[in-house]
């Protein structure tokens, strides 16, 4: 079973265009939503996360989306470069001791 | 802040030895922390979480004999594959949950094993 459910699998983008990779989850006891960026050989790391009581976030260059009633939040990047180009995970938790519970990511590419 | 340090970033071993791994929190207390493995191409895959003083919770289909997990304090917590097999072989990521007056989960660097 598969507790969040991410989209696309892969995505290819031009140089200054915005890709949006989206996530749906089942579990309403989930209370954290972070977006993980990594690069071949590394460890993934954070861009930005959420909570349910914002509909949105921004930070930088990323935007998280959340719509609570449909149970899905996504990921925007905004003047992607081809330094984006990366897998983007998406997660979510329960809080607590509880661990991450991944998407299947989306390998992005960005081309100039 | 909030700084895991995973050593070594890359380890290849005979089957049948034993490999260690260590995660390290640099500036924050870790109480608790998770080890992932990774396969090429696919997204991370629980293996365990540990608690500080406590033995570690395995999910299901993982060998906890083959992968023993050591949180004995709480700033070190170590995976350690024994009786290593080519299968074995794999990219090893550590995480730690930070509840630091920011809550979040923070990753390794991860290990690359390879069994040979």
């Known amino acids: 079973q598969q507790q969040v459910k991410q989209s696309p699998q892969s995505l290819i983008v031009q140089k200054g265009g915005i890709p949006i990779i989206n996530c749906a989850y089942e579990n309403t006891a989930f209370d954290y939503f972070p977006w993980y960026q990594q690069f071949p050989g590394k460890g993934p790391a954070l861009l930005i996360a959420i909570r349910p009581d914002v509909s949105e976030k921004k930070e930088g260059r990323f935007t998280i989306s959340f719509n609570k009633s449909a149970k899905q939040f996504s990921l925007h990047i905004m003047d992607s470069q081809p330094g984006d180009s990366a897998t983007y995970f998406c997660a979510a938790s329960r809080g607590g001791n509880t661990p991450l519970v991944f998407g299947k990511g989306t390998r992005l590419s960005v081309i100039a | 802040g909030a700084v895991v340090s995973q050593h070594p970033s890359r380890v290849i071993c005979k089957s049948g030895t034993s490999v260690k791994i260590e995660c390290r929190s640099l500036?924050?207390?870790?109480?608790?922390m998770f080890w992932y493995r990774q396969f090429p191409k696919k997204s991370l895959m629980l293996m365990a979480t540990s608690n500080e003083g406590s033995k570690a919770t395995y999910e299901q289909g993982v060998e906890k004999d083959k992968f023993l997990i050591n949180h004995a304090s709480l700033t070190l917590s170590t995976l350690t594959v024994t009786s290593a097999h080519p299968e074995d072989s794999s990219f090893y990521i550590c995480s730690a949950l930070v509840r630091d007056g920011h809550y979040g989960y923070t990753f390794g660097s991860g290990t690359r094993l390879t069994v040979v």
């Open positions: 500036d924050f207390q870790a109480t608790t």
